[in-house]
Every structure is written in structure tokens, then in C-alpha cells.
């Protein structure tokens, strides 16, 4: 039987974005010959294993700023952030004012590109940082799916997402890991219908999750919102702490 579309592609809120401001503390390195956002904690868990977030970024890539600042935020919670750039420095953010940039063409070329480049950069991951790290996986958008596909086996202890993009109910039912879900009341491509069905999946899988959906918000909220509108704001902030907090929960 098919497993049927709960997230739909990316639609127009997805490629709309209000730019933060601040200074990225983080490093350009590369692993697996992918361009990857490095973001380091000052502390480590005290019997020595290190905490690694892989930050799954929306189409504007791991080094569009609003990205940067929030996996500096995880990582100045104690983590080590590691944000795969599945675009290869062609992420969204570069066409904003394109005219005639064919979106959907850009969005398939890079799913192609991010399947092809991702398992090598992961298993790389997991070579240099040892398999004994406790690695937890966070995506937004465009890298909601393959969060949720590492929720599904034991190479993290606990994933999240964020108006996730591209999941479909086996996303749900074959989830073995702690999932929070970070929802805007208004999402197109995570409407109502598809979140609630997203719950009783998870309810009948007997799942640990936890669900947080923000009023007054629509997609992209966690990472492009209006910051000068407050309630986006928190939102946007809230989603940060939640996530620090899931990943410290099940970092004992």
C-alpha cells in the first residue's frame, strides 16, 4: 500500500525569508568533500562523550545567517553542530531576486544532489567523531525528511523538525526515536489535516514525541520570521529552546 503524503513540497512561504542580524561565531570545514557549518560548544557532558546536533537546513543552506546563529545557539547549549550544505553554496538565498529562476527545477536538481552527497557525509560524520558520540538530528523544511529517516534507526538518540517538507506517513509509523514536532498553525505544506494524522500515527505506533504548535505563525517561522513582530519572535526562539531541551533530555 502507499504510504501516503502528510508534507507536501515547498510552496512559496519557504522561499521567503526576513534576515537576522548578528555575528556567526561557527567555521566553514568540509566532510566528505561536502561544505559543512561547524559550530563548537565550550563544555562537553562530563563523562567525556560528545553531543552532536546534524542540522538539516532549509533551502537557504546551513550558511545563510539566520542558520548560523541558531546552530550557534545549540552549540553554546552544550552541543557540537555540524550543518551539511546539501547545496553546495547554491542554496536558495542566492536567487532571491533572480528573475525567471525556475524554483521547482532548483528544487528537484537539489534533492537529487543532497541523496547523492548525504549518506557518504553521515557515515563520515560518524568516522571522525566516533560511533560512541551521542548524535541527535534536527531539519527544517527541506531537511525535515531526512531527520525524520534518522528516527528511524539507532544512529541518533533523538530527532526534531520544524514545518517539516517531503514526508509521507512511513516517515511516522517506522519512527523508533523521540521526535518533536515544531508546527506553525499556518502551514500549506503541513496543513491541519496532515499534522493531526501525524499524531494518531504516532499514537498508534505507541511513539515518544511531543508536539508544539505555535498560533500566529506560518512556515518558516523557526528560522525566517519577522523578529520585530514579537509574537514571531518567541515563536521562533521557543522553537530554539524546545529543541535544546528534547536533545538534553535524552542526552543522560
Not at 563544555?43 to 548560523?68: E, M, S
Request: charged residues 25%; aromatic residues 14%; glycine residues 8%.
Amino acid at each position: 500500500m502507499a504510504s501516503h503524503v502528510l508534507a507536501g513540497p515547498p510552496g512559496d512561504c519557504c522561499f521567503k525569508a526576513v534576515k537576522h542580524s548578528g555575528t556567526p561565531v561557527g567555521k566553514r570545514i568540509e566532510i566528505a568533500g561536502v561544505p559543512t557549518y561547524i559550530s563548537e560548544p565550550s563544555t562537553q557532558l562530563a563523562d567525556g562523550r560528545k553531543k552532536i546536533i546534524l542540522y538539516l537546513a532549509d533551502v537557504f543552506g546551513p550558511f545563510f545567517l539566520n542558520n548560523q546563529l541558531i546552530q550557534d545557539y545549540l552549540a553554546e547549549n552544550g552541543f557540537l553542530v555540524l550543518g551539511i550544505d546539501y547545496f553546495f553554496g547554491d542554496g536558495f538565498g542566492f536567487h532571491l531576486d533572480e528573475e525567471g529562476f525556475d524554483r521547482m527545477a532548483w528544487i528537484e536538481n537539489a534533492k537529487v544532489k543532497a541523496n547523492e552527497v548525504y549518506p557518504k557525509w553521515l557515515e563520515t560524520v560518524r568516522e571522525t567523531y566516533g560511533t560512541d558520540a551521542r548524535y541527535f538530528s534536527v531539519g527544517y523544511c527541506f531537511g525535515a525528511p531526512f531527520a525524520l529517516d534518522l528516527a528511524t534507526t539507532n544512529k541518533v538518540s533523538a530527532s526534531a523538525f520544524a514545518h517539516p517538507a517531503f514526508l509521507n506517513e512511513e516517515h511516522f509509523t517506522k519512527l523508533t526515536k523521540p521526535l518533536l514536532l515544531l508546527c506553525a498553525e499556518s502551514d500549506h505544506t503541513f496543513p491541519l489535516e496532515s499534522r493531526r494524522r501525524a499524531e494518531d500515527l504516532l499514537v498508534e505506533a505507541k511513539a515518544s514525541y511531543h508536539i508544539s504548535v505555535f498560533s500566529g505563525v506560518s512556515h518558516g517561522f523557526a528560522v525566517r520570521c519577522d523578529l520585530e513582530i514579537e509574537n514571531e519572535r518567541w515563536a521562533k526562539e521557543e522553537a530554539a529552546r524546545q529543541t535544546v531541551d528534547w536533545f538534553t533530555r535524552f542526552s543522560q
